[in-house]
């Protein structure tokens, strides 16, 4: 007997799946059968080539450009995706940006922008989202946070990681308003995975040290890749998941350097 797949005849929304671990997570809820709209910022033909890949497995999928730091455009982007694919079921709030900044130069310039899409954004597009999966008593969000909300030492992390403890508490909140409507509300918070934010400027020798050393710090001695992060969600955005909610999944190969003792 052939096993049905978990998300045949849905329609997930993935925010900033042009790239990194939005188009794994996409990729991966297409091979679930859902019909995929594929959210970008600016890149493309990036989205095109992930829109591509899925439709040439035999999924549907459809390019949507929003820059959901401006909340007009964040607000429609939920009419488009079921304009072309149908109703939003699953929404995969993924779309972020790092600015580096600690308190000692703290420039609001460089950090409004990152709150804007990391926060207004998320809030802007689930709010959209919601009320079509109220209308039919069922739905699956899950946000991106980052092991940065649960407290790390990174430097130069302190207000990226203020917009991620944010979004850990925006899960909650949200879960509580929405379960009573069939709507699960969770977050995954991704350790170090290895994409365009992870590699930032690092490059050559300084780099393969840099993820050594990361590696090291993990119980199972390797970065992470897109894929961890969208197997994980693929779980929590399926029907086998209703019954958890306003909960965080660490997906960070076990780090062990959140507290240290000599
Ligand atoms: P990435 O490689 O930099 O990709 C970011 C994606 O978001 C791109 O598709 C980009 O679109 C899109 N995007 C950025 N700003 C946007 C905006 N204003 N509107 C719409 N789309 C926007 O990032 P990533 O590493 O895959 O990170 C994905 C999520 O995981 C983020 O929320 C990040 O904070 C979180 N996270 C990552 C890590 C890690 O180690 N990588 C760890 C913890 C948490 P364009 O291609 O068009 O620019």
Redesign the pocket.
């Known amino acids: 007997m052939g096993q049905t797949r978990t998300l045949a005849g849905q329609v997930a929304l993935v925010?900033?799946?042009?790239?990194?671990?939005?188009s794994a997570i996409a990729v991966r809820l297409a091979a679930e059968g859902a019909a995929v709209a594929v959210?970008?910022?600016?890149?493309a033909a990036?989205?095109a080539a992930v829109v591509a890949h899925i439709t040439e497995a035999g999924g549907r999928a459809a390019a949507l450009r929003?820059?959901?730091?401006d909340p007009a455009q964040a607000a429609a982007l939920a009419a488009q995706a079921a304009a072309q694919l149908g109703p939003v079921d699953i929404l995969i709030n993924?779309?972020?940006?790092?600015r580096g900044g600690d308190l000692a130069d703290f420039d609001f310039a460089q950090m409004e922008p990152m709150r804007r899409?990391?926060v207004d954004?998320l809030v802007a597009v689930t709010r959209a989202v919601v009320p079509g999966m109220q209308a039919r008593r069922y739905g699956r969000i899950v946000n991106?946070?980052?092991?940065?909300a649960h407290g790390t030492s990174m430097a130069g992390t302190t207000f990226y990681a203020a917009t991620?403890a944010a979004v850990a508490i925006l899960t909650r909140r949200f879960a509580l308003d929405l379960g009573p409507h069939g709507i699960t509300v969770n977050a995954v918070?991704?350790?170090?995975?290895l994409?365009?934010?992870?590699r930032q400027n690092r490059t050559g020798e300084e780099a393969e040290r840099f993820y050594a050393a990361v590696a090291e710090k993990t119980m199972m001695r390797r970065v992470g890749c897109?894929e961890d992060i969208a197997h994980a969600i693929a779980f929590l955005a399926s029907p086998h998941a209703g019954f958890i909610t306003a909960q965080v999944l660490t997906v960070d190969g076990g780090r062990m350097d959140y507290v240290v003792h000599p």
Not at 144 to 148: H, R
Not at 195 to 198: C, I, L, V
Request: charged share 20%; net charge neutral; no cysteine.
């Open positions: 925010t900033g799946a042009s790239r990194g671990i939005g959210n970008y910022r600016e890149r990036e989205a929003a820059d959901l730091g993924n779309a972020g940006i790092f899409t990391n954004g991106l946070t980052s092991i940065a991620k918070a991704p350790g170090f995975i994409t365009d934010m992870a897109p």
